[in-house]
């Protein structure tokens, strides 16, 4: 069982939607990190969590820490957010990582 | 100000060379670590180094050895590659007293025939 599991795998969205991304883990964190990577291979931070809520813009990320949950939303999605969303809980020796969402928006 | 660079950009390898990965940390970090992220998968782990030391590592053989620079610059060097070796191999720098936030570089895509 991987120590950091994300649902769903693949999503695809009509532009405008509300769009929500799911991680769950098994291990202790310091912190839980959302990350962007765009085909190419780039990947950007988008949150680092270790409690409560984030917004950034069209982006917002939240995370309960009792029952071991994450969820990053998108409102308003627009087809540049179509990339892989990957959940990485670092436990403050390393990071696991998710193995990714997925997301096509079209327009 | 620069971010996280890495070079190169794309490596052909056969099996059984060797490779050495470079990766210059974002102005002002002190710690770098890398990761491997095969075809469809999320990234793994590899090592994370400090003071010119490895601190961490995770689940990987020997043949896989990095080094730190007095500039906090790093090296991944794989020995005997294998075809299973083929992934894009990332590096992200963060700051050792701020070390939960971390900053990524582009990759290196390594292909080994």
């Known amino acids: 069982k991987n120590e950091v599991e994300q649902s769903p795998q693949n999503l695809t969205a009509q532009e405008g939607e509300f769009i929500t991304i799911n991680c769950s883990y098994s291990v202790g964190i310091s912190a839980l990190h959302w990350l962007q990577q765009h085909p190419g291979g780039g990947i950007v931070s988008l949150f680092m969590?270790?409690?409560g809520k984030k917004k950034h813009g069209r982006l917002i990320a939240t995370i309960n820490i009792q029952e071991k949950h994450s969820s990053l939303h998108i409102t308003a999605s627009h087809p540049r957010d179509s990339a892989v969303y990957i959940c990485?809980?670092?436990?403050?020796?390393?990071?696991?990582f998710g193995t990714g969402t997925s997301l096509t928006v079209i327009p | 100000d620069a971010g996280v660079t890495q070079s190169p950009t794309h490596l052909i390898k056969t099996r059984g060379q060797q490779v050495t990965l470079r990766c210059s940390p974002k102005?002002?970090?002190?710690?770098v670590s890398w990761y491997q992220q095969a075809l469809g998968q999320g990234p793994q782990f590899i090592f994370q180094?400090?003071?010119?030391?490895?601190?961490q590592r995770g689940n990987f053989p020997d043949r896989f050895s990095g080094h730190q620079f007095p500039n906090y610059s790093s090296e991944l060097n794989v020995n005997a590659l294998l075809l299973g070796d083929s992934a894009l191999y990332l590096c992200?720098?963060?700051?050792?007293?701020?070390?939960?936030?971390?900053?990524f570089g582009p990759g290196t895509r390594l292909t080994v025939t």
């Open positions: 990485a809980a670092n436990t403050g020796n390393q990071f696991y």
């Open positions: 102005s002002g970090h002190d710690t």
């Open positions: 180094y400090y003071e010119e030391e490895e601190r």
């Open positions: 992200a720098s963060s700051l050792m007293t701020q070390g939960y936030e971390q900053y």
């Open positions: 969590l270790s409690s």
